[in-house]
């Protein structure tokens, strides 16, 4: 009942959060169930098929070796967001720790962590992208590794930041007379009221790590042909606008930009969801 | 003679995610020239709402549903941008957060001047710095180039002053001028606005919930309950005769020097009985002993190559014992030391040096990292000021309480936890419905119920009450006290209990300890500090408390 009135409540406050979890609803029944509801093999090739224009048997048209791109688009869903979902989690517990313990200890750990990401946030951060993959090698797990390491410094930041200034709160000094330890106290105490400006974060990172990925793909790094990836259909698409057929890139590219979308929508809803002031 | 100020059956509404919330019922009242009138009432009582509605400040989601305000015979509404400054001016609570933080102050009083061409370039600076001089701020002409960071709190409510003053209005609103401001800091800056409101003939609108100091500086008051006036009479009629059950309640909850614990809630109305008070001997045991006990801050400054600067003293070798049983208070302005020393004995800060035995044993040993893990850490609970913030807002009320039962008592079962909260929640008479709910879903009152809960849950023989009423309002002050003096007796604790309001002490402690930068500077009896108080400081302490004495109203 509870949740019920609170999912509500957090609907009518942000009607466009709606819009944003429908999005993120629709992408994920891509990713689960892609292969499924794809109408052709998305890696059956046909050359007497190639590059034909958008019709009732192929709604996005075919590509120059006669690839369904509607079925390449709904089954790249599953690796795009694989990766976003990977690196942001990556990214997030290990950037939250971090921060929340600089945030906490101060000092020298302060000091540590924050030239660490000071560091990070001194490349371009594309470019940082670029080289760890390029050294480590071409493989989607780099791309995750990569996409994490870049977006550390946010998380470090955020989390650095609201556990500084909630460390000496009265219900900190309480639970240190209620016998908790600092750990604890961090991780029951500090940690959960961390977390609302955290989603935020956290939403508008998915945005930026599926945008990084397809990135990476488009000049070449870690997702290889033939693997149905926004990035690489885009890359592969755009050599074929000049020539008239421009749905190769515009249906992978507009994917890619309505997952962006839908994951900036989702912030402040994903906020509401965890604040209990905000619920109530 | 006609009003300068006509509040006439005024009605505001708030838009809420509840709907519309009706703030003020029907709420009227006049201001003469030259008067001084109190708006007294609690929180929510719609004070502050009335006011902000006659300077025209009033929030976006509140609207006028019936009546209005008239100024000098002609209604406010849509003149109230020509009208402020000018005609009405206004003082607010916290004067650090309504000064520009970037702006020195001189500035700011120059460009209210300019704003009204009262004053052009060349003579801006001239006149700030005469009106920083009215309001008696030493060196005027330093003072006016300084930020409002490097002035004390008193000194920032002094600029506003000069702010509200500069264009000569005819009426001041001072909405809770001195709330955040020590007792002698507030007696300073309240004298200040009546010698110079007096001098210019001016009205003023006082908006407190402090009874004694709208008895000290009003000729009129109205008491508002709930959005409604309930009651409206010259302060020596009010307080010799209150008509209303609210105003009786509101005089009788607010401690003056010799009312009792008992007749807080007693009222006039409705007498609530309660035990009468056993008479409180300290036990023959020694409970604590605090040695020479020092504390130092580190003061900023010196380069790599200057010297350190001495480190600040914030406690500064001070020594007490306290008796098993005795409470004990501890008493002084902002920055005398008695948070940090009641920290230290509570375990949460580390002491430079100096030593606190507690039950015998010196509990400074052990570092207070360590200390929270240790069997003693029960013995000796805290309740904090601010209640609100010592509640975590993901943690429901019965959660806050369990948790000390849990790490310390080491109670696992769910089960014995829920009968031991549900017990604690009785004994602070918190109803059992409350304790599913987080923070912001119980009123103040409530919140320090749950704090005192959590406090007293691991039975600790020392409780420290760091003024635990002081964000209350008296009717639930009167109530939490006599709560806290119950569970004294029925469980036998000791109180530490930190405040800077005598007249709140003497109600819990038999015992009173004065602190003044960092040293104790007179010991004894509650009566004793309170009536006849031997040092200079105490002396000024006292007489800064503004008080509301019907016999003293009535010879006036």
């Keep these: 009942m509870a949740a019920i009135a609170r999912l509500r409540y957090t609907v009518s406050e942000n009607p466009l959060t709606v819009i944003g979890f429908g999005l993120f609803a629709v992408f994920v029944i891509m990713a689960v169930f892609g292969p499924a509801i794809a109408p052709y093999d998305p890696l059956a090739t046909r050359a007497v098929n190639a590059l034909q224009p958008p019709s009732m048997a192929h709604p996005f048209g075919t590509d120059h070796l006669g690839r369904d791109v509607l079925s390449r688009v709904i089954v790249a869903a599953r690796l795009d967001l694989g990766i976003a979902l990977s690196a942001v989690m990556l990214s997030f517990v290990v950037g939250s720790a971090l921060g929340c313990l600089a945030g906490f200890r101060g000092g020298w750990t302060d000091r540590i962590v924050g030239r660490l990401s000071d560091t990070i946030m001194a490349f371009p951060l594309f470019v940082l992208a670029m080289g760890v993959v390029a050294t480590m090698g071409n493989t989607v797990q780099n791309v995750i590794y990569a996409t994490a390491v870049i977006n550390l410094p946010f998380y470090i930041r955020v989390a650095r930041a609201e556990v500084a200034v909630r460390r000496n709160a009265g219900y900190v000094q309480a639970a240190r007379l209620s016998g908790s330890s600092d750990l604890r106290i961090l991780a029951t105490q500090l940690f959960p009221n961390v977390l609302p400006p955290m989603m935020v974060q956290i939403s508008l990172n998915l945005g930026w790590a599926i945008l990084n990925a397809a990135g990476l793909s488009f000049i070449g790094l870690g997702v290889r042909p033939p693997a149905a990836e926004w990035g690489i259909m885009v890359a592969e698409g755009a050599s074929y606008i000049v020539s008239g057929e421009w749905w190769l890139a515009l249906f992978p590219g507009a994917a890619l930009m309505l997952a962006v979308f839908c994951f900036n929508l989702m912030g402040d809803g994903l906020r509401d969801m965890v604040d209990p002031t905000r619920r109530t | 003679?006609?009003?300068?100020?006509?509040?006439?059956?005024?009605?505001?509404?708030?838009?809420?995610?509840?709907?519309?919330?009706?703030?003020?019922?029907?709420?009227?009242?006049?201001?003469?020239?030259?008067?001084?009138?109190?708006?007294?009432?609690?929180?929510?009582?719609?004070?502050?709402?009335?006011?902000?509605?006659?300077?025209?400040?009033?929030?976006?989601?509140?609207?006028?549903?019936?009546?209005?305000?008239?100024?000098?015979?002609?209604?406010?509404?849509?003149?109230?941008?020509?009208?402020?400054?000018?005609?009405?001016?206004?003082?607010?609570?916290?004067?650090?957060?309504?000064?520009?933080?970037?702006?020195?102050?001189?500035?700011?009083?120059?460009?209210?001047?300019?704003?009204?061409?009262?004053?052009?370039?060349?003579?801006?600076?001239?006149?700030?710095?005469?009106?920083?001089?009215?309001?008696?701020?030493?060196?005027?002409?330093?003072?006016?180039?300084?930020?409002?960071?490097?002035?004390?709190?008193?000194?920032?409510?002094?600029?506003?002053?000069?702010?509200?003053?500069?264009?000569?209005?005819?009426?001041?609103?001072?909405?809770?001028?001195?709330?955040?401001?020590?007792?002698?800091?507030?007696?300073?800056?309240?004298?200040?606005?009546?010698?110079?409101?007096?001098?210019?003939?001016?009205?003023?609108?006082?908006?407190?919930?402090?009874?004694?100091?709208?008895?000290?500086?009003?000729?009129?008051?109205?008491?508002?309950?709930?959005?409604?006036?309930?009651?409206?009479?010259?302060?020596?009629?009010?307080?010799?005769?209150?008509?209303?059950?609210?105003?009786?309640?509101?005089?009788?909850?607010?401690?003056?020097?010799?009312?009792?614990?008992?007749?807080?809630?007693?009222?006039?109305?409705?007498?609530?009985?309660?035990?009468?008070?056993?008479?409180?001997?300290?036990?023959?045991?020694?409970?604590?002993?605090?040695?020479?006990?020092?504390?130092?801050?580190?003061?900023?400054?010196?380069?790599?190559?200057?010297?350190?600067?001495?480190?600040?003293?914030?406690?500064?070798?001070?020594?007490?014992?306290?008796?098993?049983?005795?409470?004990?208070?501890?008493?002084?302005?902002?920055?005398?030391?008695?948070?940090?020393?009641?920290?230290?004995?509570?375990?949460?800060?580390?002491?430079?040096?100096?030593?606190?035995?507690?039950?015998?044993?010196?509990?400074?040993?052990?570092?207070?990292?360590?200390?929270?893990?240790?069997?003693?850490?029960?013995?000796?609970?805290?309740?904090?000021?601010?209640?609100?913030?010592?509640l975590d807002p993901r943690w429901s009320a019965a959660e806050a309480i369990a948790q000390p039962l849990r790490r310390i008592s080491g109670l696992r079962e769910a089960a014995a936890v829920t009968r031991r909260v549900d017990e604690l929640a009785e004994m602070v008479g918190l109803p059992a419905n409350l304790l599913s709910r987080y923070p912001h879903q119980l009123s103040g009152g409530q919140k320090a119920r749950v704090g005192i809960a959590r406090a007293i849950a691991t039975d600790p023989l020392l409780l420290i009450l760091d003024e635990p009423t002081s964000a209350l309002d008296v009717s639930v002050q009167a109530v939490v006290l006599q709560l806290l003096d119950r569970l004294r007796r029925d469980l036998g604790m000791s109180y530490i209990f930190v405040s800077h309001d005598l007249n709140v002490v003497r109600l819990l402690c038999e015992r009173v300890i004065v602190m003044n930068r960092g040293r104790i500077v007179e010991t004894g009896t509650a009566e004793e500090v309170l009536h006849a108080p031997r040092d200079a400081y105490t002396q000024k302490l006292v007489s800064a408390i503004p008080h509301f004495e019907p016999e003293r109203l009535r010879a006036s």
């Design chain 2, 1 to 390: 003679m006609a009003p300068l100020l006509k509040v006439e059956t005024l009605s505001i509404a708030f838009r809420t995610r509840k709907g519309e919330v009706q703030a003020l019922h029907e709420v009227g009242f006049e201001v003469a020239p030259g008067e001084v009138v109190g708006v007294v009432g609690e929180s929510g009582s719609g004070k502050s709402v009335s006011a902000y509605t006659v300077i025209g400040l009033l929030d976006q989601a509140g609207r006028i549903t019936h009546g209005g305000v008239e100024y000098d015979g002609k209604p406010v509404a849509g003149r109230q941008r020509e009208l402020r400054g000018r005609e009405i001016s206004m003082i607010f609570q916290n004067p650090r957060a309504a000064l520009n933080p970037i702006m020195p102050v001189g500035q700011q009083i120059a460009d209210v001047l300019k704003r009204h061409a009262l004053a052009g370039r060349t003579d801006a600076r001239a006149k700030a710095i005469d009106l920083l001089r009215q309001v008696k701020i030493n060196d005027p002409e330093e003072r006016v180039d300084s930020y409002p960071f490097e002035l004390s709190g008193g000194m920032c409510q002094r600029v506003m002053i000069a702010l509200a003053l500069a264009c000569s209005p005819r009426l001041l609103i001072a909405d809770e001028p001195t709330t955040g401001l020590d007792v002698t800091t507030q007696k300073a800056t309240m004298d200040l606005v009546r010698d110079l409101t007096r001098a210019r003939g001016m009205s003023v609108m006082l908006i407190t919930h402090d009874l004694g100091m709208a008895a000290e500086y009003c000729d009129r008051i109205v008491v508002m309950e709930k959005g409604h006036v309930v009651e409206s009479a010259p302060v020596a009629q009010l307080f010799t005769d209150p008509q209303h059950p609210y105003t009786q309640k509101l005089i009788a909850a607010s401690p003056g020097p010799r009312s009792q614990l008992a007749e807080l809630t007693g009222g006039i109305a409705a007498p609530v009985s309660i035990a009468p008070p056993r008479p409180r001997e300290p036990g023959p045991e020694r409970l604590l002993e605090v040695v020479d006990l020092v504390k130092e801050f580190p003061r900023r400054g010196g380069g790599v190559f200057g010297k350190k600067p001495a480190p600040f003293r914030a406690v500064d070798g001070i020594g007490f014992q306290m008796m098993r049983g005795e409470s004990l208070g501890l008493v002084g302005e902002s920055g005398c030391g008695k948070s940090t020393t009641s920290s230290i004995i509570a375990r949460l800060q580390d002491a430079t040096s100096g030593a606190v035995v507690f039950d015998g044993q010196d509990i400074l040993q052990h570092p207070s990292a360590r200390f929270a893990r240790m069997p003693e850490r029960g013995r000796i609970q805290m309740v904090f000021q601010d209640a609100h913030d010592s």
